[in-house]
């Protein structure tokens, strides 16, 4: 539990001029990567990587996770106003924010998507002050097994991605396995239709991925219209007084801010899960409980909230096992700690009773950049909003650009390009036959996690180890659970239609 007096020392030594310049540069550095689509915060902390030497390791620490933090919130900008995900993990904000952008109701988007960020990390905050070594220890709780069936459930969730169209959706599931297998087993090291490309030996990276599906039609679509939103500013304007009215709805949907800050900490405490599978089954989940769930794919503000509170949820998460077991769930978490190990400090099971002062000071610092959320998110909101009303022959250009800029900075790869490119065709393909690309996306993010973690753990103890622990069977049923609800859906409906 927490310790009074070394957490007041903490919090103490966090309003320290260097600490708290290391925090916002960290935070503006991350906002900035965030919102432009394609940057990927783990690339720009690993560029900083051999700076942070010439810092403090504290500071180092706050930089990195601030800088992380943010760029998750800020990664539902571009998600929200041009259909575009600024990070892999904000792709679910995409469904219902950018719904909300054409009706010319950016701000509100902005406003929601701000006060639901805020919320999470706040969330994510206070659970990892309170309680972070023994959530840390849960993260040991899954082997492969478990892991798998975490996968699992994470596909299960299509059925709310579905619509109304259990087919097109399953179909899209599994040729987004079929892509995701691609590249080299990392159980045998065989290569998997790579054709002899080199570029392929490691799959399709995800960043190009995401670019093309989302990007390339959004471009396309544009050329056909004059701006983005259908209203034009003034009418907007009448829509949609300020951002703080989108701020306060957020946290009217009292129960999905709190099963979605629960889902999205669990996920990010999970190593390996991410940002994009806690956001996409906290948006199935709530899409399925919701009473409004009809309105769902259409700007419903419910929708957005569960998806960027969970979404900021796991990135507080994710830290809490790099602490308090030296275990990194993500690239970004990785790069963490490197930064901890280049100043000498081993994170791990001793870590809060060896460097006591200091492991407050960074849980602390969270508290902060929830903070900054709220007052740079709503202060920046302002102008990005603006965005839908650009006429498209100026800003058709400017996305492009940083289309390419995002798909080629990944790894610096001309082939992630033509991957763009090629995944543009598909995801114009798939929205013209009606095929949901979310649940494509999904099956895309979750495929190796599925083929590694099942092979290790067959090759472990066989296919019982699936039932072999409680939290299995609780994966189990929430699978099978969440695959009846719209099926059983369906099945009312076109009974209900036949009357």
């Given at each position: 539990?927490?310790?009074?007096?070394?957490?007041?020392?903490?919090?103490?030594?966090?309003?320290?001029?260097?600490?708290?310049?290391?925090?916002?540069?960290?935070?503006?550095?991350?906002?900035?990567?965030?919102?432009?689509?394609?940057?990927?915060?783990?690339?720009?902390?690993?560029?900083?990587?051999?700076?942070?030497?010439?810092?403090?390791?504290?500071?180092?620490?706050?930089?990195?996770?601030?800088?992380?933090?943010?760029?998750?919130?800020?990664?539902?900008?571009?998600?929200?106003?041009?259909?575009?995900?600024?990070?892999?993990?904000?792709?679910?904000?995409?469904?219902?924010?950018?719904?909300?952008?054409?009706?010319?109701?950016?701000?509100?988007?902005?406003?929601?998507?701000?006060?639901?960020?805020?919320?999470?990390?706040?969330?994510?905050?206070i659970a990892s002050l309170l309680v972070a070594p023994i959530l840390g220890m849960f993260a040991l709780s899954f082997g492969p097994a478990e892991l798998f069936l975490l996968a699992v459930f994470g596909v299960s969730v299509v059925g709310a991605l579905a619509g109304s169209d259990l087919l097109r959706a399953t179909i899209a599931?599994?040729?987004?396995?079929?892509?995701?297998?691609?590249?080299?087993?990392?159980?045998?090291?065989?290569?998997?239709?790579?054709?002899?490309?080199?570029?392929?030996?490691?799959?399709?990276?995800?960043?190009?991925?995401?670019?093309?599906?989302?990007?390339?039609?959004?471009?396309?679509?544009?050329?056909?219209?004059?701006?983005?939103?259908?209203?034009?500013?003034?009418?907007?304007?009448?829509?949609?007084?300020?951002?703080?009215?989108?701020?306060?709805?957020?946290?009217?949907?009292?129960?999905?801010?709190?099963?979605?800050?629960?889902?999205?900490?669990?996920?990010?405490?999970?190593?390996?899960?991410?940002?994009?599978?806690?956001?996409?089954?906290?948006?199935?989940?709530?899409?399925?409980?919701?009473?409004?769930?009809?309105?769902?794919?259409?700007?419903?503000?419910?929708?957005?909230?569960?998806?960027?509170?969970?979404?900021?949820?796991?990135?507080?998460?994710?830290?809490?096992?790099?602490?308090?077991?030296?275990?990194?769930?993500?690239?970004?978490?990785?790069?963490?700690?490197a930064a901890m190990i280049l100043h000498g400090v081993r994170p791990g099971p001793q870590f809060f009773a060896e460097f006591q002062v200091q492991s407050y000071t960074i849980l602390w610092s969270f508290f902060v950049s929830a903070g900054l959320i709220f007052v740079v998110g709503l202060t920046c909101a302002r102008w990005f909003?603006?965005?839908?009303?650009?006429?498209?022959?100026?800003?058709?250009?400017?996305?492009?650009?940083?289309?390419?800029?995002?798909?080629?900075?990944?790894?610096?790869?001309?082939?992630?390009?033509?991957?763009?490119?090629?995944?543009?065709?598909?995801?114009?393909?798939?929205?013209?036959?009606?095929?949901?690309?979310?649940?494509?996306?999904?099956?895309?993010?979750?495929?190796?996690?599925?083929?590694?973690?099942?092979?290790?753990?067959?090759?472990i103890g066989g296919h019982e180890i699936f039932f072999a622990s409680q939290i299995s069977i609780i994966l189990i049923a929430l699978a099978l659970l969440s695959l009846a609800v719209p099926i059983l859906g369906a099945l009312m409906r076109r009974r209900d239609g036949q009357r």
């Open positions: 539990m927490i310790d009074t007096d070394m957490a007041l020392q903490g919090l103490a030594n966090l309003f320290q001029f260097h600490l708290l310049l290391a925090l916002v540069v960290g935070f503006t550095l991350g906002f900035i990567v965030g919102a432009i689509p394609g940057f990927n915060d783990a690339n720009l902390m690993a560029i900083l990587l051999p700076l942070s030497i010439y810092l403090d390791a504290t500071d180092a620490i706050v930089l990195m996770s601030a800088l992380y933090f943010s760029a998750q919130a800020a990664g539902s900008i571009p998600a929200i106003l041009i259909n575009i995900p600024g990070t892999g993990g904000n792709a679910a904000s995409t469904i219902e924010g950018y719904a909300l952008a054409r009706q010319g109701r950016s701000g509100y988007a902005l406003g929601i998507s701000i006060g639901a960020s805020t919320f999470g990390a706040l969330f994510g905050a599931v599994l040729f987004g396995l079929l892509l995701a297998f691609v590249g080299t087993d990392t159980n045998t090291g065989h290569e998997r239709t790579t054709f002899g490309i080199l570029p392929l030996v490691d799959g399709f990276s995800l960043i190009p991925v995401i670019l093309g599906l989302y990007g390339v039609p959004e471009l396309i679509d544009l050329l056909r219209r004059q701006t983005i939103a259908a209203t034009d500013a003034d009418t907007a304007s009448s829509l949609d007084q300020d951002f703080g009215r989108g701020f306060i709805e957020a946290f009217r949907y009292r129960m999905t801010l709190a099963s979605s800050s629960v889902i999205g900490l669990i996920i990010g405490i999970i190593p390996g899960a991410g940002a994009a599978i806690g956001s996409f089954i906290s948006y199935g989940f709530s899409r399925q409980v919701s009473s409004r769930r009809d309105n769902y794919g259409k700007g419903e503000p419910e929708g957005l909230v569960a998806t960027d509170c969970a979404n900021n949820a796991v990135a507080c998460g994710a830290v809490i096992p790099l602490l308090t077991l030296g275990l990194p769930g993500s690239a970004s978490t990785t790069v963490m700690l909003r603006r965005v839908v009303f650009v006429p498209n022959h100026y800003l058709v250009p400017i996305v492009l650009l940083l289309l390419l800029i995002g798909a080629y900075a990944n790894r610096y790869v001309a082939f992630d390009l033509l991957v763009m490119v090629l995944f543009g065709l598909l995801g114009m393909a798939m929205r013209a036959a009606n095929y949901p690309v979310p649940a494509f996306l999904l099956a895309f993010i979750l495929g190796p996690l599925l083929e590694a973690n099942y092979l290790r753990a067959v090759r």
